[in-house]
């Protein structure tokens, strides 16, 4: 009999492979992925300690209980007692300066998402225990009406769903999300949304009315029209006719719709770009963007692992052209170029973008949000006005 252990390490090399791709014993980096059957349904390889820890802990069979009998990853879900719930941030790059996050980790397990690294500020892993290990934030619409009541609060828009999905499975049974819009319904205070889930239209009776009075839009990113691709990069999350449906939904009903590629990724679905946009625009969206695929800090890795486990044949390709399109490098964070990258590659993507929305129509009209409705919430204790 055999025991699977934990064996404490030195994170491994990150360097391409110099051996030809699709060689099993070419990858080091595959040496550290989770069985598959233990990770079925999930979009990491692996679960790599993050750059805080001390130890990067790998299993091994040691001869005494196979890895088999090790058992599956199961999603948990705890409390987050963050006493604050609007984030701000200063980037100039993006259009918001204030974001709500329900949820910290996200099920749905895409396996390039950029927020991956925010879990290792937890002790956890940017790998399996991100899309396994979540975090709910219960108290986020008592919290934000607190914050919204404070003295001095100037409404701007508030960013939902920039870090993790707001509608990822899991608010199917918390339900966090329709509490915080039921808040800023109230307030009369904008927000705008982004996901990858058709839960959206579940709350189609709050954006409606919110978007009467110019206060929400909605953006669905839709990465790939390609359901095997799809299911395999993000695994838990709606498939791509649901998004649509989703587009469709929300804009017949009068909430503005826009569509996101992102992230694109060369050689992988980047030729599917004007195919996405002519559907999303045929569904009803009116405004679209794309997102050039950023892999920052442990990402890097874990897309390296994805790709040599599904697609070894792309490999190399695929890396190439990322690096061209940012100055040579896996990743660069330089503000105004880190979105959309730099280079031939990066302009051609650029201008075929906005060809394909010339085309179909699209970002004609952008549709601007109001502060105009907002009204402060009472705190509690307050007196009323006489008048």
Not at 37 to 60: D, H, I, K, M, W
Not at 64 to 77: M, N
Not at 154 to 165: L, Q, S, V
Not at 191 to 203: E, F, M, N, P
Request: aromatic fraction near 6%.
């Amino acid at each position: 009999m055999s025991r699977a252990s934990s064996h404490a390490l030195k994170h491994p090399p990150v360097t391409a492979p110099s051996t030809p791709a699709g060689a099993p014993s070419a990858f080091p980096e595959l040496a550290v992925a989770i069985e598959r059957e233990r990770r079925r349904g999930r979009g990491a390889q692996s679960n790599a300690s993050g750059r805080y820890e001390a130890e990067a802990r790998v299993t091994f069979d040691d001869g005494w209980q196979s890895l088999e009998d090790l058992p599956p990853f199961k999603t948990t879900v705890s409390l987050d007692t963050s006493r604050k719930v609007i984030a701000r941030n200063d980037s100039p790059d993006i259009g918001f300066d204030r974001s709500i996050n329900p949820y910290r980790g996200c099920e749905h397990g895409c396996v390039y998402c950029f927020a991956r690294p925010t879990h290792a500020y937890l002790g956890l892993s940017p790998g399996l225990d991100f899309e396994s290990k979540l975090l709910a934030k219960p108290d986020a619409p008592a919290l934000l009406e607190k914050e919204l009541a404070a003295p001095g609060y100037e409404p701007r828009m508030i960013a939902i769903g920039t870090n993790t999905d707001p509608y990822q499975p899991i608010e199917r049974e918390h339900k966090i999300m329709r509490g915080i819009l039921e808040t800023l319904e109230r307030a009369g205070h904008p927000v705008g949304i982004v996901t990858k889930s058709a839960l959206v239209v579940r709350d189609i009776d709050i954006l409606q009315r919110m978007a009467k009075r110019n206060l929400v839009k909605v953006a669905l990113s839709v990465t790939t029209l390609d359901a095997k691709l799809a299911r395999t990069m993000e695994p838990r999350a709606s498939t791509p006719p649901k998004r649509l449906e989703a587009i469709k939904r929300l804009s017949d009903a009068g909430i503005p719709t826009t569509v996101m590629v992102a992230p694109v990724i060369p050689a992988l679905n980047d030729s599917e770009i004007e195919r996405i946009l002519d559907a999303a625009a045929h569904a009803g969206a009116k405004e679209a963007s794309y997102v050039l695929l950023r892999l920052p800090l442990e990402v890097r890795d874990l897309f390296r692992e994805w790709l040599l486990a599904n697609y070894p044949d792309r490999y190399r390709h695929v890396f190439t052209l990322i690096r061209d399109m940012r100055g040579g490098r896996d990743y660069d964070s330089q503000w105004g170029t880190r979105m959309k990258g730099t280079g031939p590659m990066a302009w051609m993507i650029g201008r075929r973008f906005e060809i394909a929305c010339e085309k179909l129509g699209l970002n004609k009209r952008r549709s601007k949000l109001t502060t105009e409705h907002f009204v402060k919430p009472k705190q509690s204790g307050e007196q009323l006005s006489l008048f």
